[in-house]
């Protein structure tokens, strides 16, 4: 493939940020091509076709080679999850998926199955009868299984076997039948010291929008 020939991806935007006077530098993560960073040039102008392009953003990008970065010619987006971006607890908790994936991805790695995940997680922060703690909870340990690095917890640990039995189904199922199934308040807070145990681990990162979720769900002093 020359330079000159357009190549499309489909993916989710992780973020998109001033670039200069008129442009924007966008992170994709592309199911062909893993995690990217390419540049929307004019995308800063109001008539731009590419003006509505933002974080959350799912769909096909066509994208053109240079010489060290690519250029987002078109994007025809697909799912922009407004109902995340209307809610404040919402948005913190999708914009700390993106900023997990942003930091585990990487280019020309397959990151399919990351770009699933993220995609179904997204869609569950909009369904009411799902609490996001669980999509959290969800999200983190299924990431670090994918990622390879999950050692899973037992008995011995203080875990229920009903929350061992919830672990073992995020790990074996595929992203597209996560969100399926609901637990007691007692199994999620296992879920939810389990993911948190095991993406520190992982990462040793300290992620800005989990701060910001952390600060929203504590109580006013």
């Given at each position: 493939?020359?330079?000159?020939?357009?190549?499309?991806?489909?993916?989710?935007?992780?973020?998109?940020?001033?670039?200069?006077?008129?442009?924007r530098r966008i992170?994709?993560?592309?199911?062909?091509?893993?995690?990217?960073?390419?540049?929307?040039?004019?995308?800063?102008?109001?008539?731009?076709?590419?003006?509505?392009?933002?974080?959350?953003?799912?769909?096909?990008?066509?994208?053109?080679t240079g010489r060290?970065?690519?250029?987002?010619?078109?994007?025809?987006?697909?799912?922009?999850?407004?109902?995340?971006?209307?809610?404040?607890?919402?948005?913190?908790?999708?914009?700390?998926?993106?900023?997990?994936?942003?930091?585990?991805?990487?280019?020309?790695?397959?990151?399919?199955?990351?770009?699933?995940?993220?995609?179904?997680?997204?869609?569950?922060?909009?369904?009411?009868?799902?609490?996001?703690?669980?999509?959290?909870?969800?999200?983190?340990?299924?990431?670090?299984?994918?990622?390879?690095?999950?050692?899973?917890?037992?008995?011995?640990?203080?875990?229920?076997?009903?929350?061992?039995?919830?672990?073992?189904?995020?790990?074996?199922?595929?992203?597209?039948?996560?969100?399926?199934?609901?637990?007691?308040?007692?199994?999620?807070?296992?879920?939810?010291?389990?993911?948190?145990?095991?993406?520190?681990?992982?990462?040793?990162?300290?992620?800005?929008?989990?701060?910001?979720?952390?600060?929203?769900?504590?109580?006013?002093?």
């Amino acid at each position: 493939m020359s330079r000159s020939d357009p190549l499309t991806v489909t993916g989710l935007v992780l973020s998109s940020r001033p670039a200069g006077e008129f442009d924007r530098r966008i992170v994709l993560l592309t199911r062909e091509l893993g995690r990217i960073s390419c540049f929307a040039n004019g995308a800063r102008r109001l008539n731009s076709p590419l003006a509505s392009v933002d974080s959350f953003c799912f769909g096909t990008f066509s994208l053109r080679t240079g010489r060290s970065a690519y250029a987002v010619q078109e994007a025809r987006i697909t799912a922009r999850f407004t109902e995340v971006r209307q809610d404040i607890e919402a948005v913190c908790y999708g914009s700390y998926f993106l900023e997990v994936m942003d930091y585990v991805t990487r280019e020309n790695n397959d990151e399919s199955q990351l770009l699933l995940l993220l995609y179904q997680s997204l869609r569950a922060l909009q369904a009411e009868n799902i609490p996001n703690r669980l999509v959290r909870s969800v999200f983190e340990i299924k990431t670090v299984a994918l990622e390879g690095e999950y050692f899973p917890p037992g008995p011995e640990d203080g875990f229920l076997e009903a929350s061992l039995f919830a672990m073992r189904f995020i790990v074996e199922n595929p992203p597209a039948r996560l969100y399926t199934f609901r637990v007691s308040d007692e199994v999620l807070v296992q879920l939810e010291q389990a993911g948190h145990a095991l993406m520190q681990r992982m990462t040793g990162h300290t992620f800005s929008s989990l701060e910001m979720l952390e600060l929203l769900r504590s109580p006013l002093a």
